[in-house]
């Protein structure tokens, strides 16, 4: 990979941003009842848009392509935060009790599960588990449901400096293989936007100002993917 970082100093609080409660999720009970669609989006840092505005994060640039699109009114409600692992999401489905009324449901998790050196067995066991709840959640539909794969932080002046940054390309590839398997095994779209990231080196402008989550412009080229499968889905 192209080193970009021979200026570029790595604070401390990097470390612990990836790992902090920094950003909130949001409160989600039930879908909003004036929308003519909804979307829940599930995950962590990639899914609240850790170092980005709130309007650049791929929630909620996708809900705004599809009301657009539509032209319908749509909302989104998003159960995510930085640093969550699989169990974390869980724990928190579980206090916030969504309905299963909505229209369209993201699942995009994983990547702090091998961040903290997390047993693999514990995403094995995890991750069918909330693919059955995001199923739930859009109503039993798994035509509405879509994976999204775990973008590949090796590729961010973060990673790189990291001193592993193979080794944890080739254990996102491991993550997003299982992710994969699980969601054809359940009839349940999966989406790669992983090697959207890996350019991340080559076009900084992909790599929030943080050095190590997507920017904007990565999101919106998430969204590019999502599109068409979200808007069939909300169709």
Avoid at 87 to 99: G, M, R, V
Avoid at 113 to 140: H, T, V, W
Avoid at 168 to 180: L, R
Avoid at 191 to 217: C, F, M, W, Y
Wanted: charged letters at 20%; proline letters at 5%; hydrophobic letters at 40%.
């Amino acid at each position: 990979m192209k080193p970009l970082f021979a200026i570029y100093v790595l604070p401390l609080f990097f470390f612990i941003g990836f790992l902090s409660c920094s950003n909130s999720e949001e409160n989600t009970t039930a879908p909003h009842a004036e929308a003519e669609f909804n979307y829940l989006a599930l995950g962590d840092s990639y899914t609240i848009g850790e170092s980005v505005a709130a309007t650049e994060n791929f929630p909620f640039q996708l809900q705004d392509s599809l009301s657009k699109s539509l032209n319908e009114t749509g909302a989104y409600k998003i159960i995510a935060r930085t640093g969550w692992t699989t169990t974390n999401l869980l724990n928190a489905i579980e206090s916030q009790n969504p309905t299963s009324e909505y229209d369209l449901v993201t699942l995009l998790i994983g990547v702090n599960n091998q961040f903290q050196g997390k047993p693999f067995s514990i995403y094995e066991e995890e991750f069918p588990r909330l693919l059955d709840m995001a199923i739930e959640f859009a109503k039993g539909d798994k035509n509405s449901v879509i994976v999204v794969s775990i973008p590949d932080y090796a590729f961010t002046p973060f990673g790189e400096n990291n001193g592993n940054a193979q080794q944890i390309s080739d254990e996102i590839d491991q993550y997003n293989a299982f992710a994969e398997q699980i969601a054809r095994q359940k009839g349940v779209t999966f989406q790669n936007i992983t090697d959207i990231t890996r350019r991340g080196l080559e076009d900084p402008e992909l790599v929030a100002n943080d050095g190590l989550h997507p920017s904007g412009k990565a999101y919106k080229l998430f969204v590019e993917r999502l599109f068409t499968k979200a808007k069939q889905a909300v169709n």
